[in-house]
């Protein structure tokens, strides 16, 4: 039965340019996406750019510069990057989107008249002289636990500062000043009121998580949801619906994780499609959320809150897919420290696709994952070359061999093939990535072994029969590892298929039954010295 399947990749924040660490976490959704096409569901993947909120300000007034010349630039990068790495969005946007502010809007709206956003007034940090209640990233104070520098979100130690630290010791970190306590009357999400129902989902759905996601939405539950602010002092952001609120905007978490739903709304109609299909409760329907161990809350709590609260029989998320983080060598991606790596800078060194089978078969999906160029090029030649590639090679290019003709599969060639898209398709499901990759291959070494067991080289001096059918039967292997391969590796998989004149693109094993003329076969990997 074909089912309609959402996977929703996290919003990507318009203040720099993507790392590595937003690849671990955002290419698993891609994987996902191709994978559930080619079991013939109905996929909607999504995404967009979160273009609002403080950092985009403070930098737009650093460059002297409109916040929304901030968050478009980034917005074509981001854009760009991810045609570079064949990411297969079927929609990817922004909230600067006009639909998306008018839909989101709406949906805050029947939150609020269904009681679930509720006006508070409470302290916060605000700066005398700029006359403006402050964020915590815009204040500036010595961390109290490493005594280094640190805006008020959180210090590169990992450390928090508290409400009463912020008020004591922070400074504004645009003018200098010391801050001082002033109530602020805000809107907030009524979390504690959510609370029991976030329980109960996360009791119905975490068995299909990820282990980090089900640890830290178990650790927030223990502690007691509290209450949180969805309007802010700022001008650059979505309005706020609800009168006297006038001069705020609203809080970018609510606006991004919204975006799922109103992604899916904005293509669902401009393709006669029905969203409901999508983000109604119903059996046929299923929701991956694809993002880093940092968002792991605003997927598995926030979002799921926002939309009991619509009181609309919405569907909520059943995977959660969090990665945890990625360290370049050793060390901690670091603004500060300036040691990230940009996806565009490495796609301008290395294969896309060798850089897609990398991260997808050494992705941090337990425990924290480290990368280094030199393990990229080990992890590149050892799989790709040596392996496959070199199976590939001597098969399709084997000295004298003008064609593939049909013969006899083997009964155990036959059986392998089978077995690996059910392990695979079982581990994909299972939110176990690299264990897929393994299981693929394992079939590559299989093929090798054949391959070497068989000895065609001997064969084709003594039974050309024999050795035909042996070319045949690997090159069953090669067109079948190309399907397995089509969502990690798609252009590579698109040359074996088109030197195998094979179109089929089904999760579903593939037997040659034509004659192949073999030409134009070249190298798909090239090694890295």
Not at 114 to 130: A, G, L, M, T
Not at 331 to 355: C, H
Not at 399 to 428: A, F, H, P, R
Not at 463 to 478: H, L
Request: aromatic share 12%.
């Amino acid at each position: 039965m074909k089912r309609n399947v959402v996977i929703g990749g996290a919003w990507p924040y318009a203040n720099s340019s993507l790392h590595l660490g937003h690849l671990v976490a955002l290419l698993p959704g891609d994987f996902l996406a191709r994978y559930h096409r080619k079991k013939g569901d109905n996929v909607l993947y999504v995404s967009g750019t979160d273009c609002h909120g403080t950092p985009i300000t403070i930098r737009a007034k650093k460059e002297g510069k409109k916040p929304k010349e901030i968050s478009d630039y980034y917005h074509d990068e981001f854009t760009k990057t991810f045609e570079k790495m064949n990411f297969s969005y079927d929609l990817y946007t922004q909230t600067e989107d006009e639909y998306h502010k008018e839909k989101v809007k709406e949906i805050f709206r029947t939150i609020y008249d269904n009681n679930f956003i509720v006006e508070k007034e409470e302290p916060q940090s605000y700066c005398p002289k700029c006359q403006k209640f402050l964020a915590d990233r815009e204040l500036i104070l010595k961390c109290p636990n490493c005594g280094n520098e640190t805006k008020g979100e959180e210090c590169d130690c990992g450390y928090t500062p508290t409400m009463e630290e912020l008020i004591k010791y922070a400074n504004c970190q645009e003018c200098g000043t010391k801050v001082i306590e002033k109530l602020n009357k805000n809107l907030y999400i009524a979390l504690s009121k959510l609370q029991p129902f976030v329980e109960k989902f996360y009791n119905e759905h975490s068995q299909s998580w990820r282990k980090n996601s089900q640890n830290e939405t178990l650790k927030y539950l223990k502690q007691g949801l509290i209450d949180r602010a969805v309007t802010r002092d700022l001008e650059w952001g979505i309005d706020i619906p609800v009168d006297g609120y006038d001069d705020k905007k609203m809080y970018v978490w609510i606006d991004a994780v919204l975006g799922y739903t109103t992604a899916t709304m904005k293509y669902c109609e401009e393709n006669n499609l029905n969203w409901e299909d999508y983000w109604k409760e119903n059996e046929n329907a299923l929701i991956y959320m694809v993002h880093g161990k940092d968002n792991i809350i605003f997927h598995s709590i926030i979002l799921p809150a926002l939309l009991y609260a619509m009181n609309s029989n919405m569907k909520l998320p059943d995977k959660m897919v969090s990665c945890e983080y990625l360290n370049i060598n050793d060390e901690k991606i670091s603004k500060s420290k300036g040691n990230g790596i940009t996806i565009l800078d490495l796609t301008e060194q290395y294969d896309i696709d060798s850089i897609r089978y990398y991260f997808l078969s050494n992705g941090p999906e337990k425990k924290d994952g480290n990368f280094s160029t030199e393990e990229f090029k080990t992890v590149h030649n050892a799989d790709l070359v040596n392996k496959y590639g070199n199976f590939i090679n001597r098969t399709l290019k084997f000295k004298g061999l003008e064609k593939i003709v049909v013969g006899t599969i083997d009964k155990e060639i036959d059986e392998k093939i089978s077995q690996t898209y059910i392990d695979v398709s079982n581990s994909i499901e299972s939110l176990e990535f690299r264990k897929a990759v393994e299981q693929i291959i394992e079939l590559v070494e299989y093929g090798n072994k054949y391959y070497d067991d068989k000895k065609p080289w001997i064969l084709y001096k003594e039974n050309i029969d024999e050795f035909n059918n042996v070319m045949y039967n690997c090159a069953n292997i090669i067109a079948n590892l190309a399907n397995l391969f089509e969502p990690i590796m798609p252009d590579t998989s698109s040359k074996i298929k088109k030197y195998l004149n094979i179109d089929i693109s089904k999760w579903e094993k593939i037997i040659i039954k034509d004659t192949i003329e073999l030409k134009d076969i070249n190298p798909l990997f090239e090694r890295i010295k």
